[in-house]
């Protein structure tokens, strides 16, 4: 991240949490009493630094995908719906395969990828071919990809008879760390000889984290060291100039909306795998998609940013859930807490005026000191 947008990220953090403790006074709280049940709810235990890692992993892949859409000039509004097919398809590569362990995670989280590379190559191609803004299409996709995975949910081979879910993942295809040590005979015994590793790995920590971190050290190699990158983000500065230099810009739009939508497909996959173990018939739209699109705003859309921009989302998330049961206050402040981070981020003017304020009175004192 360039040194003026992690200016503007700083300062907007910060700015959002003093408004945010000036809506806390005024609904009559402690502000800094609440900061710190919210960073203690989240960092306070092993247990919940584990749970905040598990909570931003698909919020901070969703985050990479944005990014990489913003970076290419295109606005992948429907990392929702991506995030959704790859669950979906995560799931029935885990539940209809019988393979062996190493290969039936790789598979399964392929499986994901390649639908929400599916999903978003329609936008593009959308985009490219017929002119339909990605905005509108994307959305649209979004509701289309909820609906399809309510409906696969009634084929016999994936649902559980009598259930709302599907069948759970096979074993083999789990990427929780120790999974099956930590529920044997011998595991039980040495976690309770050890509650600190107990504590850490209670929650269903997994690989996803190293996923998060690799996909996003390849998607900085893909748009700085590549050619590849190179003319995806022409076609996005530019698309005439990248024209007249013999790009072909059709097939970058759907490539660079394929990549992106295979990233979010990919944060489906880790978290069925991961967590959930499984899918169900979803009511609403889980929101992930849409966090990633904060996370992508507070990380000035660098790939690499949104890894602690995805810790920070899941750690006001995460913390700020223990806001209701300790201090009996609504839930809501949360979300109100990182609409004014995305808020300010997206305010570089004023950001920039409160930069030459104190620039201007450190040169007045400098001044005044000689």
């Given amino acids: 991240m360039h040194k003026n947008k992690l200016y503007y990220t700083l300062m907007s953090v910060f700015l959002g949490i003093v408004v945010g403790a000036i809506f806390l006074l005024v609904l009559g709280f402690n502000p800094l009493e609440a ?180 996909i996003a050290l390849l998607a900085v190699f893909i748009l700085k060291k590549t050619s590849l990158g190179y003319q995806l983000k022409a076609v996005g500065f530019n698309r005439d100039a990248a024209e007249y230099g013999g790009i072909d810009i059709s097939k970058n739009i759907i490539l660079a909306m394929a990549i992106s939508g295979g990233i979010a497909g990919l944060a489906g996959a880790v978290q069925v795998l991961g967590v959930s173990q499984r899918i169900g018939i979803l009511a609403a739209q889980q929101g992930y998609g849409f966090n990633g699109i904060a996370v992508a705003l507070i990380a000035g859309n660098s790939p690499l940013a949104a890894i602690p921009a995805g810790l920070l989302f899941a750690t006001l998330t995460y913390g700020g859930g223990k806001l209701n049961s300790r201090m009996d206050l609504p839930s809501e402040i949360i979300s109100i807490l990182i609409g004014l981070i995305v808020l300010f981020v997206a305010m570089p003017k004023l950001m920039d005026m409160i930069k030459h304020f104190f620039a201007k009175r450190k040169g007045e004192g400098g001044e005044n000191n000689g």
């Fill in 35 to 214: 900061y710190k049940t919210l960073i203690l709810g989240a960092l306070g235990r092993p247990k919940y630094i584990s749970w905040t890692i598990v909570e931003a992993v698909p919020i901070i892949l969703t985050g990479i995908a944005v990014a990489f859409a913003f970076q290419t000039g295109v606005f992948n509004i429907g990392a929702e719906g991506q995030y959704i097919v790859g669950s979906l398809g995560a799931t029935m590569a885990a539940v209809a395969l019988d393979l062996p362990p190493i290969i039936h995670p790789i598979v399964s989280l392929l499986a994901g990828a390649a639908m929400g590379a599916l999903w978003g190559g329609l936008v593009g191609f959308f985009k490219a071919k017929r002119g339909v803004n990605e905005v509108i299409s994307s959305i649209m996709l979004n509701w289309i990809g909820f609906y399809l995975s309510n409906y696969m949910l009634t084929f016999a081979f994936l649902r559980k008879p009598d259930s709302n879910y599907s069948y759970d993942i096979a074993d083999t295809a789990s990427i929780r760390i120790l999974d099956q040590w930590k529920r044997s005979e011998e595991g039980l015994a040495f976690l309770k000889d050890n509650p600190l590793l107990r504590d850490v790995l209670n929650p269903p920590l997994h690989w996803g984290i190293l996923l998060a971190i690799l």
